[in-house]
């Protein structure tokens, strides 16, 4: 494929995505507010087709791509979908559900190609549970809600919270090792990752998921 035909099809696509539910929200008179979680999102996009187009030859950053298109989707349809605006909601589950995979499959070449077996055996494990997640929701649980909220919600946040963790541990083993401007990169991709998800996770995800509380709304977590 044409190196500059992968992003510009991905601007395509997310053009013609994030414009039909900015209509459907109009439509639906959803206030301004609401669609802030929508040009965070965008913002994702432009940052991983901009680095795309720099270096279009580096396995990283078409694997930054890759996180940042489906981060950038996945954040953009959180709105539309918590509006029940179809197909916002399960295009929002497939990204979600594949976004820890693809987080890891990033980390696993940088800073480096090296990693231990237990950080590929949960990018495994977090890619059956993307798989099951998907599967279930589309053949099930669009269907039965109960199955939603006992098994698919709480298995999209453990999956999310495995991929954390794995993260942790694979920048904790490259602080013992690595040179100080690879440590400076870890704490400043530790840094961003913590400002990232920790909000929507602990005051979203996991009251909702686990406990049934009725946590932070999506767009104040991500504000």
Known sequence: MNKKVLPFSLILI????????????????????????????MIFLLAGIYSYVQKPNSIVIQY??????????????????SENI???RELEVVFISFAPYILLKFFE?????AKPNFFRQVRILTLYMAIFIT???LFIGIHHRVIIST????????NIILALLGCVVLFYLHLRSNSNKIK???YLLIGSIIISFAPVVILNLIPNAFFSLP??????SVN
């Open 14 to 41: 997310s053009i013609f995505v994030i414009c039909y539910f900015l209509l459907k929200m109009y439509n639906e008179h959803v206030s301004p507010q609401r669609y802030f979680p929508i040009f965070i999102g």
């Open 64 to 81: 930054f791509l890759a996180l940042m298109f489906i981060s950038g989707m996945a954040l953009a349809l959180s709105i539309p979908s």
């Open 86 to 88: 179809k197909p916002a």
């Open 109 to 113: 070449h940088f800073p480096s190609s």
């Open 135 to 137: 599967i279930s929701y």
């Open 151 to 158: 098994i698919i919600r709480p298995c999209i946040v453990a």
């Open 184 to 186: 400076n990169q870890i």
């Open 215 to 220: 946590g932070a709304p999506f767009h104040y």
